[in-house]
């Protein structure tokens, strides 16, 4: 009996998915287990398993899509059997999302008074919805696809003189729009990169990141040329460049933009955030540590170890982890009607990937060394940039770190990541003169801000952490004790 696959739940805090690669196609045989698709969740890309055993007869959502829980993406079933009423009311189910998603985006546009033309629109034909709720869209009748169109009506006029020199080589959609992922849009924008002189590569003629990469790669080639010119050449084209006057610029009317669809990981990262700083109510914590002990172990450490490199980052994970064990209030959760205390400290560590932030988990980061805490660091980081993160390895972390110091931040809050009731922002350790003994040092000093909920932890608790905190940062002996 044919059966219909639909968008699986692949994390906690998946609302919808991308489908990002189809494992089988139409006509292949799938068993129970087996892996169909990969999906992009909000947070990684996992794997889409069968749930019966057949023939993969149908594919309802194309490589790209986005599409929310429990959309109907394909069809299974036996080799000669009928599926026409199955596509039917697949088709059905689709329209009838479509038709809401539509609804809903209009509400929202007039809402935020977004002009139509500026709409981004998705093709005709394409049953896909990608309204993310409690996101505001722009524009009546707005879809969003993983396809971004640029729609801008001030872009494309300012291209249109380069659009029509270059011979219509780019890839459009109709009405002459180009097709480009969100993460090619934003990278040719960094470059200066006129899209329309491109041509895609990607399914329909999208243009993707190693066609933007290409272009780079060639523009620099074209520039290592330029400067091998003749020196007599260069210093008459800036002798000719010096005698002209420099025009005077001027801009009217508000500033052109583009805008790009909302991924599944920003618009999680986005509603967990408007969850917490509002009903979470923040009061922040600053103190300032000298670290030369502690890089002085560092250095030590990796002597004796080249191999494993620690960094500060892992010394703060472990020696936050230890000051929580002994101030058990902080390493707590707000249950409405009871305060969760937890037996180990789980530290989540912010790392920044491609469309956002994640904060894979150290288990026990309280009983490892610094060490293996360091290993663990690398490989989760690393895992969690090319999105092959399990659910389990970032969630249900009871604190969190966020470290900015590597940007030369120097200090800086940061928002806690419910259903914690704390997180420690890092800034930048740097020499500077401090009195000591009465005299003028210069000491290794790094600034540290804890963000609190005032419901479970009060001042002089989160103090009092941070006491621990700096003690053993600035001795890191005690870590023996």
């Not at 896909?128 to 872009?155: C, F, N, R, Y």
């Not at 523009?219 to 006057?245: F, Y």
Request: proline share 5%; glycine share 8%.
């Amino acid at each position: 009996m044919a059966t219909q696959v639909v968008m699986p739940k692949l994390s906690p805090t998946m609302e919808e998915g991308q489908l990002s690669r189809w494992l089988k196609k139409e006509g292949d045989a799938v068993s129970v287990g087996e892996p169909l698709a990969e999906v992009d969740t909000d947070k990684a890309t996992m794997e889409a398993q069968a749930l019966t055993t057949g023939v993969l007869r149908k594919i309802l959502v194309k490589e790209g899509e986005t599409v929310p829980l429990g959309a109907i993406i394909a069809i299974i079933g036996e080799a000669d059997e009928d599926i026409s009423g199955l596509v039917s009311e697949a088709s059905s189910h689709a329209a009838q999302e479509e038709k809401k998603a539509r609804i809903e985006d209009s509400t929202e546009g007039r809402a935020y008074g977004a002009p139509d033309e500026l709409a981004q629109v998705v093709p005709e034909g394409q049953r896909t919805q990608a309204t993310m709720k409690g996101e505001p869209l722009k524009g009546e009748g707005v879809e969003q696809s993983s396809q971004t169109e640029i729609a801008d009506k001030g872009q494309q006029a300012a291209q249109a003189k380069t659009s029509s020199e270059d011979g219509g080589n780019g890839q459009r959609a109709q009405g002459g729009r180009v097709i480009v992922s969100p993460l090619a849009a934003r990278m040719a924008a960094e470059a200066g990169i006129n899209l329309k002189t491109l041509n895609g590569s990607g399914p329909g003629g999208r243009i993707v990141k190693r066609d933007i990469e290409a272009f780079i790669s060639g523009g620099q080639a074209q520039q290592a040329a330029t400067q091998t010119e003749a020196p007599q050449q260069r210093a008459a084209t800036q002798t000719t460049q010096t005698a002209v006057q420099t025009p005077t610029v001027s801009f009217e009317g508000a500033s052109p933009y583009r805008e790009e669809p909302v991924t599944t990981m920003r618009a999680t990262i986005a509603r967990r955030l408007v969850t917490s700083i509002g009903p979470i109510p923040h009061f922040f914590l600053t103190t300032e540590i000298e670290m030369d002990k502690s890089a002085e172990l560092r250095r030590q450490l990796n002597e004796l170890d080249a191999a494993n490199k620690v960094s500060i980052n892992d010394l703060i994970i472990k020696v936050a982890a230890v000051a929580l064990t002994q101030h058990p209030a902080v390493n707590t959760s707000f249950q409405e009607k009871t305060i969760r205390f937890y037996e180990r400290a789980d530290i989540g560590v912010a790392v920044a990937v491609e469309d956002g932030l994640i904060t894979p988990v150290v288990r026990g980061a309280n009983a490892k060394s610094v060490v293996q805490i360091s290993r663990e660091v690398r490989e989760l980081a690393e895992r969690a940039r090319t999105r092959k993160l399990k659910p389990e390895e970032y969630t249900g972390a009871t604190f969190s770190i966020s470290n900015l110091g590597m940007f030369g931040i120097d200090e800086f809050t940061a928002v806690i990541n419910p259903p914690e009731a704390a997180i420690l922002a890092v800034g930048a350790m740097t020499p500077r003169p401090v009195v000591r003994d009465g005299e003028v040092v210069v000491r290794q000093m790094m600034r540290v801000t804890m963000s609190c909920d005032h419901r479970v932890v009060d001042g002089a608790t989160g103090a009092k952490f941070l006491q621990t905190l700096k003690k053993i940062l600035e001795n890191p002996l005690y870590l023996l004790a």
